[in-house]
Structure formats: C-alpha cells, structure tokens
C-alpha cells in the first residue's frame, strides 16, 4: 500500500469566500494577526502496490481538479501520520 | 508571512461519500489498482508575522473541523510549493 496525496487549491488569483468567511470570524476569536485563510482539498489516493504518481497526476486532473479555477501538487507520502496528530 | 497548513480528514470510521464517488469512477478512466480514495479538506492559515501554531490548532479546533467525525494535523509550511508543482 502506497499513498499519494493531491493537494487541490483555488489558484491565488480565484476568490476563495469559504476562506474570507474564516478570516472574517477570526477576530472574534480574538485573533488579529493572520493574514489570510485559503480552503481547498486534500485527496489521498491508496494504492494496492506501488504508489504510481503519473497514474495519480492523471486522476487529478480529469476528476479531482478543475483546471480554469484550481491548481494542484501531487506527493508521495512515505509516513501516513506527517506534522502533529492532533 | 509564515503559512500554517491545516490537514482536515475524516475519521477512518467515518464513511466518505466523495472519495467512494471518485473511487467507483476509476475503472472507466483504466484505473485498476486503486485501493480507496479520501477526500478532506487543506486550510492555508498565512501569519502577519511568525506561525503561531498554538493559535492555529485553536482556529482549527474552533472553525475548521468537526471533531466528532474529522481529524486534523497541522504544520508549518517553510516553503510555499511543496512536492510537484502542476
């Protein structure tokens, strides 16, 4: 089993109001010092054998992203638990 | 400007209806050896000033995920493009 993460995100020039609706709250959570807050996907694709990165590149590309608004990055993840658990 | 990159996922117990869509739909594409897919959400949180990850987890915790069905992970981000730019 082998694990491919796609990261799909609005591209920076694309309105993200999910993200501005974040933002907007955050003062009220008493937080002034973020810039910003985008929102996109997170897909992680398991495969059976070797993780196939071409594979998963095209996956992405014909049903994960849509390429006029979204850009995306495609890794191998070695470890399934990566930065803190919470 | 520091990013913090919130991970939301759905619990492994918690059936995902998207990925299943998506995974159901690889065999047209010629695509045999996926084993599942997972779809959940990636929040970029960019700082004034440095990452402050205490404050992230809060707004993660309080907004981003609901953590009866969602797990999250958080990082700081050192470099904007991480794995294969697309």
């Known amino acids: 089993m082998a694990r491919v993460v796609v990261d799909v995100m609005l591209k920076p020039e694309i309105l993200d109001p999910q993200g501005q609706a974040v933002a907007n709250a955050l003062p009220r959570l008493g937080v002034a010092d973020v810039a910003s807050v985008r ?48």
Chains 1, 2 share one sequence.
């Open 39 to 86: 929102i996109g996907k997170r897909i992680e694709i398991e495969f059976d054998g070797a993780a196939d990165l071409d594979r998963a590149r095209e996956i992405a590309d014909k049903l994960l992203a849509n390429p006029v608004i979204e850009d995306f990055t495609l890794r191998v993840e070695e470890t399934p638990a990566e930065g803190e658990q919470q």
